[in-house]
């Protein structure tokens, strides 16, 4: 027989906001991580989109990486969230847009993102899932807000 939930938390966990949580939260987490460990290879990766020059390429591959792992916690932990969801969602639209840039300009790479050895295109699509579930989590904050003040 399975019990039910205790009032407290039966209103706080729903399956698959935790899930998307820690889908998003850990993605921008280990992609921080993953960049971090590396920082040689991730400026070179960022250098082989062509969109940006000395000495941006260099600060973007220092921040980027604590930024992601910032954001994987707070969104994990839900410090900050609705900014957190916001910052990210801003973020991969950025990803999306720089992904887009190479398509339009027939350079074929590989992207650095995630460790993977996808093609853009599939990347692209990563992408938009990410960024739809985070739309998701901020529309469902959003609604648990209103319904624990009313």
Known sequence: MIKKLPGWLENRVDPIELLFRIIVGGIFFYAGFLKINDLQSFELSIRNYQILNDPWVSILAITLPPLEIILGISILIKFLYQGALLIACMTMSVFIASLLSLLSRNIDINCGCLGLNTSVQIQIMIDIL?????????????????NVSC
């Open 130 to 146: 990410i960024v739809l579930m985070c739309i998701f989590l901020m529309k469902y904050g959003k609604r648990i807000t209103r």
